[in-house]
């Protein structure tokens, strides 16, 4: 029998659960993560940059990738964008007669394309098998082959577009940045730093990096002043901690100070990035998003959290659903007979 | 789903023209996966870095899952709000539900780029629980597991198993408690699986009560394909439509499409993100579709009256799964923008190897809903009907 007291209580019980999804930001918010202190990054100054790719052509070697030809002889290297075999790439602002250099109009352009190492990664956060783990030390977002099942959320929900998928081949894997995480232990830093020839890409901690390129922007535009090339050393860095590094330790050199839009980006955007960067054209035009300072990992995992969170949530429902459905799964017999007179 | 002998097989052949192109289908399906597995998805697929989800996993398994919930719209409805009349929908709508989701799980495979580890989604140390995709995968799987079981009284009173169905009658409840529970949790879920995405996604579809939207439009949906399916399975096996039912139960859907759409409504507002519907952009034409195939069932069976005539009942049910479509296609691909627009230059449309396969798999869905109805006791007896 169908009574306005069972109705009720199926309201009760149905209710409850809809409640749930419609509240999600209550309790156990989850904030926003903050980089690490020891975070290693780049700094990569487009005004130092000049466009010479020996930083594509190292990564590639670093990491064992095959060239990629776009161009009418198979002969060189011409990757057009990041992809799972090409994981950094120097990409070129044009506009009009291009005849200056990191001037929007009329001018021209770069700016690297490569993984930004986020504070709150959301590919760390959309993988459901841990194949992206952010290191707890060095911050570096790494990609594990062995654990990944080729679901390709990561490449979705980054909003640089930088984890990709090797469509290619029945076997494929991720491809991205792991700022050459495999050669540190041989002293070896990133390759695309080690080979900049202009210090346009700096390999450091992201606190020291972020520091340098304060201390760029605080500049006037046209002075002269020392920018360091390959490795930033750490502030107050002992004789020891540098020595783990290999190559020179100042290869400093006197350059132009470049006219800077007064914005580090990566310093808040979605949370922060350990990748940073300085430019001289608009950010959104030379291909990097605008992005709000809350990473959607913080939202993703507290609207998870709070409805799953000890899985109290989904319990309680159950144990009112099992309730119910007892009460009115045993008369059955008799509800059908009713149901059809 | 206990002891209920109103239900019959349908009999009839089972090899006619329609289920050899079926089958036919399914064998196109084959072969493809075959191609895809051997040289990877790029072979098969236009899947691309800018839109690494295509239709395998937008409309097979997404949307494929939703257009499954008449199982547990139709469930709840009996066993949790208690309105036993509607008894005799539970089996057909369940089977329709059990053949989507199997699907959409084995669907998930093909599109697997290293499918050989997806164990690890249930392994703890791999297992990452703050991943929605990870609540979403347990959730599917333990729900086809439970579904298999709350079908499971059809095959043993088909095979005359008297003693193991009773056993498994008195422990149903918990069964059909759970297989209410976690399609709540999973249909959510799969609208979460857009927050991470942040604002690569148009705020038209982007909001934290995506959750909230995806579940009450599922079950909307849920009632909207058992009134479809009804009307098809009654068509095809020139049956009487199951109308005393159908009348009332399309007016619960009209209930629950009206709180969808007010939760819809209102959090468009005090988002402001309404503006973004009026924008000269496809996105906003997508919304407008989407909006009125959703609107159009109030205007459809608004009244007892329409709501007694079948045909109406069958437009509203298309009306309400081709808003749900959109929805879904609208979330993930339309209003879906890799690099928030500075990376431009990736597009997306399926391959036709990667529409057969869709197709394959609706086939095969179709083609097994036909055979098990047609051989066990799933659709109501036709006597028990016409007494109406």
Redesign the interface.
């Known amino acids: 029998m ?1 009574t306005r007291r ?2 009720l ?3 009760l ?2 209710g409850a ?2 409640a749930t ?2 509240v ?2 209550v309790a156990s918010a989850r904030d926003t993560l903050q980089r690490p202190p020891e975070a290693l990054g780049l700094l990569y100054d487009a005004t130092l940059c000049v466009g010479c790719q020996a930083c594509v052509a190292a990564c590639k070697q670093a990491n064992d990738n095959p060239p990629e030809f776009h161009a009418m002889d198979n002969l060189w290297d011409t990757p057009l ?1 990041t ?2 075999r090409t994981f950094n790439i120097i990409k070129m602002y044009r506009n009009g007669t291009m005849q200056t250099k990191d001037a929007e109009k009329n001018g021209f352009a770069f700016m690297k394309t490569s993984c930004m190492h986020c504070a709150d990664p ?1 590919c760390v ?6 194949a992206m783990i952010k290191d707890a030390k060095t911050g570096i977002v790494a990609y594990d ?9 990561c ?3 980054c ?3 930088i984890p ?10 991720i491809g991205k940045c792991e700022l050459c995480r495999h050669r540190h232990q041989d002293g070896h830093y990133s390759a695309c730093a080690e080979v900049c020839p202009t210090g346009a890409t700096l390999f450091g901690r992201t606190e020291d990096l972020l520091a340098e390129a304060q201390r760029r922007l605080a500049l006037k535009p046209g002075e002269w002043t020392f920018v360091p090339r390959g490795r930033l050393p750490a502030r107050d860095e002992t004789p020891e901690q540098a020595a783990r590094w290999k190559g020179l330790v100042d290869q400093s050199y006197e350059a132009q100070v470049g006219n800077y839009i007064q914005h580090v980006y990566g310093e808040k955007e ?1 949370g922060g990035t350990q990748v940073l960067k300085l430019s001289a054209v608009n950010f ?1 035009k030379v ?6 300072p809350k ?3 913080a ?3 507290t ?3 709070t ?2 969170g000890g899985m109290i949530m ?1 319990i309680a ?2 144990a009112g ?2 309730w ?7 008369p ?2 008799d ?2 007979k ?3 007179s | 789903m206990s002891a209920h002998d109103s239900a019959a097989p349908v009999g009839g052949k089972l090899v006619n023209a329609f289920t050899l192109s079926c089958a036919m289908l399914v064998a196109m399906m084959a072969a493809i996966l075959f191609v895809r597995f051997l040289f990877g998805l790029g072979a098969a697929t236009n899947l691309n870095d800018g839109y690494p989800w295509g239709i395998w996993v937008v409309v097979d398994v997404i949307i494929g899952s939703a257009f499954a919930c008449g199982g547990f719209s139709v469930a709840m409805m009996v066993y949790i709000f208690n309105k036993g009349r509607y008894h005799p929908l539970v089996r057909p709508a369940l089977l329709a539900s059990l053949f989507g989701y199997t699907l959409a799980g084995i669907g998930v495979i093909f599109d697997l780029g290293r499918w050989w580890n997806f164990w690890h989604i249930f392994w703890p140390g791999y297992a990452n629980p703050n991943s929605v995709m990870f609540e979403v995968a347990v959730c599917i799987t333990a729900y086809i597991i439970v579904m298999w079981i709350e079908f499971s009284p059809v095959f043993l009173e088909k095979w005359g198993l008297k003693v193991q169905r009773q056993k498994l009658e008195k422990v149903l409840f918990v069964f059909i408690a759970l297989g209410t529970l976690l399609p709540m949790m999973h249909q959510s879920s799969l609208g979460t699986l857009l927050v991470v995405m942040g604002p690569q996604v148009n705020p038209l579809w982007q909001t934290p009560v995506v959750p909230l939207l995806y579940l009450l439009s599922a079950i909307t949906i849920g009632y909207g394909v058992v009134l479809f399916e009804s009307c098809v399975a009654a068509s095809a096996y020139r049956r009487e439509i199951e109308m005393n039912l159908l009348t009332p139960m399309a007016k619960v859907m009209l209930g629950v499409l009206g709180v969808f759409l007010v939760v819809r409504a209102t959090d468009l507002i005090v988002r402001g993100a309404l503006g973004h519907a009026f924008a000269p952009t496809l996105e906003a034409f997508f919304f407008w579709l989407e909006t009125i195939s959703f609107v159009l069932p109030l205007l459809l069976i608004g009244t007892t009256e329409a709501r007694r005539n079948p045909a109406r009942l069958f437009l509203a049910g298309v009306a309400i799964m081709l808003g749900g479509i959109l929805m879904r296609i609208n979330g993930f691909l339309i209003g879906y923008d890799t690099g928030l627009g500075v990376d431009p230059g990736w597009n997306y449309f399926p391959s036709v190897p990667e529409m057969l396969v869709t197709i394959g798999m609706f086939a095969l869905e179709v083609l097994g809903y036909i055979i098990i109805t047609r051989r066990f006791p799933v659709l109501p007896r036709e006597g028990a009907m016409a007494t109406h």
């Open positions: 169908t069972d109705f209580r199926g309201c019980a149905g659960a809809a999804a419609a999600p930001e964008d992809s799972g959301s956060s959309a993988c459901p098998v841990s082959p062995d654990a990944c099942i080729g679901c390709r959320y490449v979705a929900a909003p640089f577009g990709k998928y090797q469509f290619d081949s029945p076997t494929g894997k979605y959104q291909g990097m998003p605008d992005l709000p990473s959607s990992a939202t993703s995992e609207i998870q959290h409805l799953y989904p429902v159950l659903l099992t119910v459905a007892r009460r009115n799964v045993a059955e017999a509800e059908t009713e149901g059809q």
